[in-house]
């Protein structure tokens, strides 16, 4: 279904340029040179449909750089969270690996920690040893 909409969206903008072009062949003369309009030496003359859809194209690239200058404070924060995170889940394994070698007894077995029983309240465990 995506791809359907996808090829239908390009067809009818690939119609829509080319209707546009065959509408403003003529050719116009864009000017360089502000001092001397008349006899401009710096010029380009080309189909006004290409002329309008390469300033189209220009505009996009200029609008798409300063969209990025712009959220440079954004990037570099989510880099400086990322290389926290990274950080703080190193630290976390070495203190869970700390925890269980800590754990360990003087024969090697895991020791259970001693927990008074108003720790799971007055109603304890169940039958399974679940807390309740």
Not at 33 to 47: G, H, K, L, Q, R
Not at 100 to 114: D, I, K, Y
């Amino acid at each position: 279904m995506r791809k359907f909409f996808s090829i239908l969206f390009a067809t009818l903008l690939f119609l829509i340029f080319a209707t546009f072009a065959v509408a403003n062949r003529h050719f116009v003369t864009v000017s360089f040179d502000p001092f001397n309009s008349a006899n401009p030496s710096i010029y380009v003359t080309m189909p006004l449909f290409a002329l309008i859809i390469v300033v189209a194209i220009l505009g996009v690239l200029v609008g798409g750089m300063a969209t990025w200058f712009g959220q440079r404070r954004w990037r570099r924060a989510a880099r400086h969270h990322e290389a926290d995170a990274r950080t703080a889940k190193a630290q976390l394994a070495e203190l869970r690996s700390q925890t269980q070698q800590g754990r360990q007894g003087p024969r090697g077995e895991a020791q259970r920690l001693a927990l008074p029983a108003s720790f799971y309240g007055s109603a304890g465990r169940d039958k399974q040893g679940a807390t309740l």
